[in-house]
Structures are given as structure tokens and as C-alpha cells.
């Protein structure tokens, strides 16, 4: 699975973006996708993660009522819908794929990582 990952920029604080992740690969619609972010300075973190249906979400709680993940397995890809942003969000956003069907927040057991997309937001 190769991920492209898209859709970050400048944003003022309580601004909103929709970020997107286009996977190739005929296991798209088997995969839990999820979005991690990494901060200078700082550990990458799991931001959301949705398994192959949708049905089952996982969110950090920082970005809980904030941010919405959501999939397209006929367009093969995954979004994440951020509203009510903070400068706090700024990060590199990455979007990654698991083989496996339960959503987890530890990046090492992703298998599948895409480029990043850089989300600053100005307070």
C-alpha cells in the first residue's frame, strides 16, 4: 500500500482543514488507517484511527469533538476533518495503514506510512 497524504497549510486559530490520504493497493478496503502527527521537538502521536468498515473510530482525547476520520474505500481514501483548530495542532500530519483490523494507537504497528502534510495554525 502506498499512501499520499495531502490537504495541510496555514490556518488561524479556530479555522478548520480536511486533510486527505490517498492509498493504492488492492488491500486498501482491508486496512485500519490512521493519522499520526509529530510536532518539532516531540514524539510522533496518534491523532485517529477508523478500521476497514468505519464503524469503529479511536481518538486521542486532546482532539476529541475536534477532529472527525472518516474513509472512501471506492476512492480509497481516508480523510480527517479538523475543526475548532489550536496552535497546539501544528504539526506534520501522517497518515499510515495497518494490515491487521483493530484500530491501535501505537505507531509501531503500522505498516504503511505516507509522506507528511504540515499543519500550522496561527493564533
Sequence with gaps: VQL????GGLVQAGGSLRLSCAAS???FGSNV????RQ???KERE???GINWSGASTLYIDSVKGRFTISRDNAKNTV?????SL????TAVYYCAARKYT???MDPMRYDYWGQGTLVTVSS
Design 79 to 83: 480523510y480527517l476533518q479538523m475543526n
Design 4 to 7: 499520499q497524504a495531502s490537504g
Design 33 to 36: 488507517m490512521g493519522w499520526f
Design 25 to 27: 493497493g488492492r488491500t
Design 46 to 48: 496518534f491523532v485517529a
Design 102 to 104: 483493530t484500530v491501535t
Design 39 to 41: 510536532a518539532p521537538g
Design 86 to 89: 489550536k496552535p497546539e495542532d
